[in-house]
């Protein structure tokens, strides 16, 4: 099993910046993808950012220029970095992680982000 832990959300005025930080542990050599997801209240769960184990990223155009991710193999950890924030990027963000032999995705349990304007 793979167990993901965010850390880092919080409530930050629009232009501001925050980083979301996830954590692995578990079976990690599971996990070749890992990213991040939002979703705003009332509506479906959408991709922000992921990055392959070899450092290939994929980005939201809604985030692009903005939000920077990264990933530390040695430590097992993805983070986002976001700045430029604006309110519709206030959602609970999701730490994603993909295991693509089995085809199986992991899940953080979430990480509240809040942009006031």
């Known amino acids: 099993q793979v167990q993901l832990v965010e850390s880092g959300g919080g409530l930050v005025q629009a232009g501001g910046s925050l980083r979301l930080s996830c954590a692995a542990s578990?079976?990690?050599?599971?996990?070749?993808?890992m990213g991040w997801y939002r979703q705003p209240p009332g509506k479906q769960r959408d991709l922000v950012a992921v990055i392959t184990s070899d450092g290939s990223t994929n980005y939201a155009d809604s985030v692009k220029g903005r939000f920077t991710i990264s990933r530390d193999n040695a430590k097992n950890t993805v983070s986002l970095q976001m700045n430029s924030l604006k309110p519709e990027d206030t959602a609970v963000y999701y730490c994603?992680?993909?295991?693509?032999?089995?085809?199986?995705?992991?899940w953080g349990q979430g990480t509240q982000v809040t942009v006031s304007s």
């Open positions: 994603y992680g993909y295991h693509i032999a089995t085809m199986t995705a992991y």
């Open positions: 578990g079976s990690i050599f599971r996990i070749n993808v």
